[in-house]
C-alpha cells in the first residue's frame, strides 16, 4: 500500500518494492502530495506553493550504504510529513542513494558513489553503481529545473533566486574526528554563502572544511550543474541499523525540518570553524607510508616540520604552522588522494560571505 511507503519508506525500499502503475503518486493526510520516481527517490511537495520563487530543497542519505543512521532519520522525517507531523512548505525531493549497498550493509559494491557523479560514471560503465550515478544525476538535474515553475511560466526571467535551490546530503564518517560532525562544501568557484554557513551553525556544524578544486561528490555535482546550495555532512561515526542514537543527530535533524518548514531554530548558532584545504597527501607506490597513528582522528592537528608520510623520494612534512589531517586512508591505490591538508581560514572566510 502506498501508505506504508511512506510510513516506512526505508523499510519500503529495503524490500525492493515497488508500486503498481496506479499507485506511483498521491496525496499524503497532511495534503502534501507525492510522488515514487525511482528506487528509494521520492518527490514531495505542499498542498499550496506560495507566490515567487518556491524553494526546492533535496535531501540525500545512503549514497554510502553503511552510513546508517542519516538515511533512518531521512525515513522518520518522510513519515512525519506525510502524517503531518512535520511542515513542508517547499519543495522536497527524498534520496537513498547507493540503495543496493544498504540492503547488503555495506559501503558500495564496485565503487564509491561518492566519487562518481559529475559524469565520471562514464569512465568506469560496467560498475555496479554507474546507472545509480547517473540515474540521481538525472533525478537532481529534473528536481531543480522544476523549480518555481508557477513563476517560471508566467515570466522569461530566471525565477530561481540564489538560495533557493539547497541540497543537504547526509553522511557518517568512518573514523574519529576532533570535530565531530563536520560539513564539505564544494569547490565550484563561486563565494560561499552566508544562508548556508548560518544553517550549518544551527544544524550545529562545527566545522567546515573547503575544498579548493573540483570533486565528484553528489553536492559537487548538484552545486556546478544546477546551482544548488550544497553540503555533504559528516555526523558522527557509522553503525548497524536500529543501534543508532539518533539523539546525536538532533541537530542536523531539527536543522533540515526548519529548512523545508521555512522556520528557524529559536537562538542564533554560532558559525562553524572554517578549513581550506592546501594539499594532499598522495600514494605514489605501494611503498607508501603514513607516519600517523592508523586510527588518528580527523581534524588532527600537526605542528610545523612534522613528516606525514613517505613513498620512496616522496615525502610530505608539514609547512604551515598548523595543519590538520583529514581522511587519511593509506589503503588506497596508487596515484590516488591519501590524506588532506587542511588550514584554518575563518576569519578571512566568514569575513567574504554573501
Ligand atoms: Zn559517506
Not at 20 to 33: D, K, Y
Not at 298 to 320: I, M, Q
Amino acid at each position: 500500500m502506498p501508505a506504508a511507503m511512506l510510513d516506512d519508506f526505508l523499510a519500503y525500499t529495503l524490500a525492493g518494492t515497488r508500486p503498481a502503475a496506479n499507485e506511483t503518486q498521491g496525496v499524503c493526510a497532511s495534503g502534501a502530495r507525492w510522488w515514487w520516481l525511482d528506487d528509494g527517490v521520492l518527490l514531495i511537495e505542499p498542498a499550496t506553493i506560495g507566490q515567487g520563487a518556491t524553494r526546492s530543497v533535496l535531501v540525500s542519505a545512503g549514497v554510502h550504504g553503511d552510513e546508517t543512521a542519516p538515511i533512518e532519520l531521512l525515513s522518520y522525517l518522510v513519515r512525519d510529513i506525510a502524517q503531518g507531523a512535520a511542515a513542508l512548505t517547499c519543495r522536497l525531493l527524498v534520496i537513498l542513494g547507493n540503495v543496493d549497498a544498504m540492503r547488503d550493509a555495506c559501503r558500495y559494491r564496485d565503487d564509491d558513489l561518492n566519487r562518481l557523479f559529475s559524469g565520471r560514471h562514464l569512465q568506469v560503465p560496467q560498475s555496479h553503481e554507474a546507472p545509480r550515478a547517473a540515474a540521481l544525476e538525472q533525478a537532481a538535474v529534473r528536481f531543480f529545473a522544476g523549480s518555481g515553475l508557477a513563476v517560471a511560466s508566467a515570466s522569461t526571467s530566471d525565477s530561481n533566486a540564489p538560495g533557493e535551490r539547497w541540497h543537504i546530503d547526509m553522511h557518517t564518517a568512518i573514523r574519529a574526528s576532533a570535530f565531530e560532525q563536520f560539513a564539505l562544501l564544494p569547490h565550484t568557484g563561486k563565494p560561499f554563502s552566508r544562508a548556508m554557513f548560518e544553517w550549518l551553525g544551527e544544524a550545529r556544524i562545527s566545522a567546515v572544511l573547503l575544498h579548493t578544486t573540483k570533486g565528484n561528490t553528489y553536492s559537487h555535482f548538484t552545486a556546478q550543474a544546477c546551482g544548488a546550495e550544497a553540503c555533504t555532512l559528516e555526523l558522527g561515526k557509522v553503525r548497524p541499523f536500529g543501534q543508532n542514537d539518533l539523539a546525536r543527530f538532533s541537530g542536523a535533524d531539527q536543522a533540515v525540518r526548519h529548512l523545508l518548514a521555512g522556520t528557524h531554530g529559536n537562538a542564533p548558532a554560532p558559525l562553524p570553524r572554517v578549513f581550506t584545504v592546501i594539499d594532499q597527501l598522495t600514494k605514489q607506490s605501494d611503498a607508501f607510508e603514513l607516519l600517523v597513528a592508523a586510527d588518528v582522528a580527523n581534524f588532527t592537528p600537526f605542528a610545523k616540520d612534522t613528516l606525514l608520510a613517505r613513498d620512496g623520494d616522496y615525502r610530505y612534512t608539514v609547512r604551515h604552522d598548523e595543519e590538520r589531517l583529514v581522511f587519511p586512508n593509506a589503503t588506497v591505490k596508487p596515484g590516488l588522494r591519501a590524506g588532506l591538508l587542511v588550514v584554518d581560514t575563518t576569519d578571512d572566510t566568514l569575513s567574504k560571505l554573501v
